[in-house]
């Protein structure tokens, strides 16, 4: 696929997950970037990951090319994970996000968990764990 294509199809997502650079909350944060992807770190984004849908929250998640991390080990400790979902972005473009909540809001209607039994977490969690045997 046309890389600019890969970029431009899911940026709204990568503007918004930047947009927590500038939100006025109390508490660093920082810019990271690696392979591809921009991290945004600190205690300001770990309080807004903390109220995330899984249950304890998250320690990472993904808006197009942004993951938003806890800190720095979290952004490289779930980057294997993230980037499936930057490329699941790449692939979906502004179509993700409310393709991911219709399968939750599916899911959880069948009786299973809108988060673990989500197809794209499914396929984020099998790319990590097939990543890390690689290693």
Known sequence: MFKGFRYAWPAVYTVIGLTFLAVPWRGERKL???RGTLGVVGPAVERLLKHAMVPGGAAAMTLGHTILAVDEA???????HEIV???QYERWGVLFVPAYLISS???KARGGDAYW????EVQARAEDINAQGQC
């Open 85 to 87: 979902h930057v490329r």
């Open 74 to 80: 979290a952004f490289y400790g779930t980057w294997t």
């Open 32 to 34: 990271v970037r690696y």
């Open 117 to 120: 039994d989500n197809p794209f």
């Open 105 to 107: 809001i599916w899911i």
